[in-house]
C-alpha cells in the first residue's frame, strides 16, 4: 500500500492492512485464510478493555529527546504524562544524556466540546513554544477533539511560521481503531512527515536504523554491530530531531518488533529506498540467525556475519540445550502482541515446550508489503500447528483458556495480563524487556527465567488458594468464542 | 478551559468514579467509552498511587464497550445493551455501575434507559452520566457518592448512634488511602464506634445502602465534599463534621478524636483515657530517638488534604522550619482556598510559610527554584523530585503521583502513621 505523507491522517491497521482482533481457530487456518484472503475478523458483543492507540502514539513520540507534545483533550487523556515524564526524565539519564522533553495537556472542559477551543489551542502551542523552545512540536488530538471536529490540522498549519521548528497534527482519537499498534504507525507517520529529510548528496555512512522501544540492550547491540562494520541508530528512545532527520540515508531498517517497526521499515524503503529487513525476528536460535543472515545479505556484510554466528554457536549452543532438558514437554499459553506471539511461539518450539494456545492482541493478515508476516510464515512452514486466538487484550477470553488448559505457564508483554493468570495460580512470565529472548545469550537466559518461574511457585499456589476471581462458573464452561459474532 | 499544564496529574472524572467504584468490594464498573479509557482512567489514578489496582476488576479486565467509529456515528446504546448483558453473565458481582467516556457523552447515548432495562429485570445496576470531561478525579469521588446517594442509599434504616461514615480520602488516588482509612478505622474504634471506611474490611454496597445509619458522617478533608454532605444531611439526616485536614502526628489528632467525642457526645473520660495513651505511645517512641534527624526547612507540594497534615506535623510537632507550601490539586472556589491557607498559617509554634496554588509542574518547579529562602527537604510528588535534585535538598516521596514506591497500608496520617512518616525522613524515601 503506497505510504501517503501529504495528509497528516493515516488510515488504521483495520483499514490499511487488513488487521483483526476477533478469530478462534487454529494458527494453520489462521495462516491459510489470510494467504487466500478469505480471513474476516469477528467483532465482539461483549467486551472487556481494550487500549488507546494514543498512549502508543505519543508514548513513541514522547521519547524523542527536547521536544514538546500537546496532548489536545480533557484532562483524562493526559495520562501519558506519566510515562512522557518517565520517557524524558530517566531513561535519557540511564544513558547519560539529557532531554528536556515536556508533555503538555489543554485540560478541556465541556465548555470546549460545545463551543470549541480552536483559538485556546494556538496560544497553547505559542506558549509552549515561547516557554521551552522545543526542536520540535507534535499536537495531538483525542476523542472528544475529534467528535466536535476541532481542526487541529488548520492550526498547526497557520502557526507554522511563527513557531520557526518543525510542527505536526498527530491524529490520536482514541475510537479510530481497535488496535492500538496503530499508534506506533501513527507516531512513525508524524516523524516521516515532518522530521526526516531526504538523503543528503554523497553522504556515505554504515548506520543502521534501529526501531525499538526502550534501547534497554544498547550497548551490547553496538558491540555486536561493530564486529559487523554496522552503527546502529536507535530509535525512538532518546532519539534527536537530528539524527531522526537523516535516518533516509542508513543502509537499512530493520527492528525489535514486527508490529512497531512495519510501517517506519515500509515507508522509509518506499520513499528513499532503505531496505527494510524482512524476516523473523531475533527471538531464540534461528531467528537470532535468520535476522542476523537477512542484514548480511542486505547490507552486503554476509562474511563477518557468518563468522559471529559459529562463534556465538560454540559458545551458547551447548549451554541452551542442556536446559531444554528440563523443559522438555512443559506446557504454555501465551498472549502478546502479534509482533511477539508468532515469534514468543517459534521459541519457546525451540525450547521443547509445547505451546497449547496462542493469543495475539491483534493480527496484520499482511504487512505493508502484501506479505505474510515471516513469523507465520516460518510456523506454517515448519510444520507447527496450535489453537490460536485474536484478542484485543480480552481478558475473560485469557481466563477462560488458562481455566481449561491449566498450563505450566503463561506468557505475556503486557503487565495488567500476567496478574489473572498469577491470581488463577498459574505460574506466569512477563517478558517485559523487549531484548528478553534477544539472541543466543539472551535466549539462554530466557530459558533459565521459565525453569526458575515453574519450579517455584510458592506465590501463585498461595494467592490462588486465597484469591476468588470474579468470573462466573457459567463463563468458564463456555467456549471461547461465545462472544464473537460476524462483522456487520 | 484548555491551558497550558506541563505534566499533567492525575485522571478525569472519569477516574475518579473507577477508583472509588473499585475500591468496593464486588463491585463492577461497565464502561461506555472508547476503547482506551478503561486502562487511561485505571493508569491515571492507581497507577500513580503507589500501585496497588483493585482487587475484585480492574483494568483488563473491566466490561467496556469499546465504541468505535461506527457507534460514533450510528449511536452505541445496542452495543452498551449486549456489554451489559455479557458482564451480567460473566462477572459474579453485587452490583454494576455504568459509566460515559467523552464519546459517549458527546454523542448523547441514553444509557439510563438502556440500564433501567436491566434493572426492571431485577439486576441491581446503575447509571452514572457524568462523561469525562466534565472534570477532574476529585469530581469523581463526589459523583458517585452524589450517584449513591441519589439512587443506592436506603431511606428510613434504624439509627445507629455508634456508627460513623468516614470520607474525604480518595481511594486508589491518594496513595495512603488504605493505611489511612485503617489508622482512623483503628482509632475511632478504641472510641466504641462502628466504622464505616467503605473501602477497608471487604465492606461492599451493603455497607453504603446502609450508610442512612450513621450518626455522624466524619469528613477528613478541607474542601471535598461539601454537595454530597448536605444531602446526606438533608435526605437522610446524617449530620456532618469536617477536619479540615489531614491529621498527622499527636496534637492534631488529638484534636480529631476530640471534636469526633463532643460532636457524638461520647464520655469525656474514655476519650481523654484514649488520647492519653495513644500520645503515650507516640511520645515514647519519638523519645527513644532524640536527635537522630537534623533539623530542616522545608517545603511541601500535594494535594491540600496532605499538604495541610504534613505541613502541621513537620512544623506544629516536629520544630521544623516551613517555608514553602504548594497546593498542587486543582482548587476553583475561593472560601475553599481560604480554608486551606488558615488551616496551614495557623501554627502554635511556627511562622506561617508562604502557601501557592498551582497545577503546572513549570510555576511549581519554577516557585521552588525562585524561592530564595533556603530549603533543605522537600515532600512532594514523583513529579517534584527532579527540582529536588536540582536544589540539592532532602526529598520525600509523600503526594500524588507515586510512581516510585509501592504502598500497601502505609500511612502518615493518625498517631502510628506520625512515627512512620518520621522514619521516612530518616530513611529518605
Known sequence: ?488 | MSNVTEFPKGGCVLAGINSVLGAINRVCPIYHSGPGCCMQTTASDAGQSGHKSSCFVSAVSIPSSNMLEKEVVFGGTNKLRTTIQGAIDIIDADAYFVLTGCTAGIIGDDIASVTNEFAEKGIEIYPIETPGFTGDSNLGYETVWNTFLDKVIEKDVPKDEKLVNIFGIIPYHDPFWSGTLEEIDRILSRLGLRVNTFFTKGQGIEDIKKSSAAALNIIVNPWLFKGPAAKYESKFGVPSLRIPGLFVGATDTSKFVRSVGEALHLDKDLVEKVIADEEKYVYNYLGQAIGVLSWKRFAVIADANNAVGFTRYLANDYSFTPVLVIVSEPIFRPEDKETIIKEISDLEYAKPPKILFLTDQYEINSAIREEEEEITLIVGSSNDREIALEKDSQFILGAFPMSERLIFNRTYAGYRGSLTFTEDIYDNN
Open chain 1, 1 to 488: 500500500m503506497p505510504i501517503n505523507l501529504s495528509n497528516s491522517n493515516i488510515a488504521t491497521r483495520e483499514n490499511r492492512i487488513g488487521s483483526i482482533t476477533g478469530y478462534v481457530g487454529t494458527l494453520k487456518d489462521l495462516a491459510t485464510q489470510s494467504e487466500c484472503g478469505t480471513l474476516k475478523g469477528c467483532s465482539r458483543c461483549f467486551s472487556q478493555s481494550s487500549t488507546c492507540l494514543s498512549s502508543c502514539g505519543l508514548g513513541q513520540l514522547s521519547a524523542i529527546r527536547d521536544v514538546a507534545i500537546i496532548h489536545h483533550g480533557p484532562a483524562g487523556c493526559s495520562v501519558a504524562a506519566a510515562g512522557a515524564y518517565y520517557m524524558s526524565r530517566v531513561m535519557p539519564k540511564k544513558r547519560g544524556v539529557t532531554s528536556s522533553t515536556i508533555y503538555v495537556g489543554t485540560d478541556m472542559n465541556e465548555n470546549d466540546t460545545i463551543f470549541g477551543s480552536t483559538n485556546a489551542l494556538r496560544n497553547v502551542i505559542l506558549e509552549v513554544n515561547k516557554r521551552y523552545s522545543p526542536k520540535a512540536i507534535f499536537v495531538s488530538s483525542s476523542c472528544a477533539t475529534g467528535i466536535i471536529g476541532e481542526d487541529i490540522d488548520s492550526i498547526v498549519d497557520e502557526v507554522r511560521d511563527e513557531v520557526g521548528v518543525p510542527i505536526v497534527a498527530v491524529h490520536c482519537e482514541g475510537f479510530k481503531s481497535r488496535i492500538w499498534a496503530t499508534g506506533f504507525d501513527i507516531a512513525d507517520h508524524a516523524v516521516l512527515q515532518e522530521i526526516v529529510q531526504p538523503p543528503r548528496e554523497g553522504v556515505k555512512t554504515n548506520k543502521i536504523n534501529f526501531k525499538n522501544f526502550f534501547e534497554s540492550a544498547r550497548p551490547e547491540i553496538i558491540e555486536m554491530f561493530k564486529n559487523f562494520d554496522l552503527d546502529p541508530v536507535f530509535l525512538y528512545c532518546n532519539s534527536t530531531i537530528e539524527e531522526l532527520s537523516h535516518i533516509s540515508e542508513s543502509l537499512a531498517t530493520t527492528c525489535i518488533c514486527g508490529t512497531l517497526g512495519n510501517y517506519l521499515g515500509n515507508a522509509l524503503e518506499e520513499k528513499y529506498g532503505v531496505p527494510y529487513v524482512r524476516s523473523i525476528n531475533q527471538c531464540g536460535i534461528v531467528g537470532f540467525e535468520t535476522w542476523l543472515r537477512e542484514i548480511g545479505r542486505v547490507t552486503g556484510r554476509s562474511e563477518p556475519i557468518e563468522k559471529y554466528i559459529q562463534e556465538q554457536r560454540a559458545i551458547y549452543l551447548p549451554q541452551i540445550e542442556e536446559i531444554k532438558n528440563q523443559l522438555e514437554g512443559k506446557t504454555a499459553v501465551l498472549g502478546m502482541g502479534p509482533g511477539y506471539t508468532f515469534e514468543v511461539s517459534r521459541v519457546l518450539n525451540e525450547l521443547g515446550i509445547k505451546v497449547v494456545w496462542a493469543l495475539a492482541w491483534h493480527y496484520d493478515k499482511k504487512y505493508e508489503n502484501g506479505d505474510v508476516p515471516p513469523s507465520m510464515k516460518y510456523l506454517l512452514d515448519n510444520d507447527i500447528d496450535f489453537e490460536a486466538s485474536v484478542a484485543d487484550q480480552q481478558n475473560f477470553e485469557v481466563m477462560n483458556i488458562l481455566h481449561k488448559y491449566q498450563p505450566d505457564m503463561y506468557l505475556s508483554r503486557h503487565p495488567g495480563s500476567t496478574v489473572w493468570a498469577i491470581k488463577n495460580g498459574t505460574p506466569a512470565i512477563y517478558v517485559a524487556d523487549e531484548y528478553m529472548i534477544f539472541g543466543y545469550k539472551h535466549t539462554l537466559e530466557f530459558a533459565k527465567t521459565i525453569l526458575d518461574a515453574i519450579n517455584n511457585r510458592s506465590f501463585e499456589e498461595n494467592l490462588a488458594k486465597r484469591s476468588k476471581l470474579p468470573y462466573t462458573d457459567w463463563w468458564y464452561q463456555q467456549n471461547v468464542d461465545k462472544f464473537l459474532e460476524e462483522i456487520k
